[in-house]
């Protein structure tokens, strides 16, 4: 009977990594949606670009404007891929942290319960931070197709 306070705290500090898992894979939810829509584009842009670069000497002012404006975005259309692939790796391995953290708990009266926690918490902010970024730059790009749109 002295071991039930013992174990049903050992429960509850090994349920908050299990929260973190779940609220990593709701943002992964969300981020892989994005990085497939950037990934997505990016294909899009380099098969338009290799069918207006075909068109040579045949292409119109309007088309030569397009690859102009496709050759602009594909670079930042590239680091948003980037950004977004970082945010989710990050927050794959704070998944891996947190689910360490949680199996390691019960095992040892140590450091390392914390310290595993430690890190996820700061691959969650840094993952975070690519997220952001990644966003920052998408309303960039929303700005150059709009300012390319022929009038």
């Known amino acids: 009977m002295e071991d039930i ?10 349920v908050s990594p299990a929260v973190m898992v779940s609220a990593c894979g709701l943002m992964l939810l969300g981020l892989g ?16 670009a290799r069918s207006l670069k075909k068109l040579g000497s045949g292409a119109g002012t309007v088309d030569i404007e397009r690859l102009h404006v496709l050759e602009l975005q594909t670079p930042d259309l590239i680091r948003r891929g980037r950004l977004v692939r970082n945010a989710v790796l990050l927050f794959y391995a704070a998944i891996i942290l947190f689910v360490a953290c949680a199996f390691v708990l019960p095992l040892t009266q140590s450091w390392l319960p914390l310290a595993l926690f430690c890190a996820g918490m700061a691959s969650v902010l840094l993952g975070t931070s690519f997220a952001w970024s990644e966003t920052l730059l ?12 022929p009038e």
């Open 5 to 14: 306070p013992f174990v049903s705290q050992l429960i509850v500090q090994m």
């Open 33 to 48: 949606n994005k990085y497939a829509r950037v990934i997505d584009r990016i294909r899009a842009f380099a098969a338009e």
């Open 138 to 149: 998408s309303f960039r790009l929303i700005n150059l197709e709009i300012a390319s749109r």
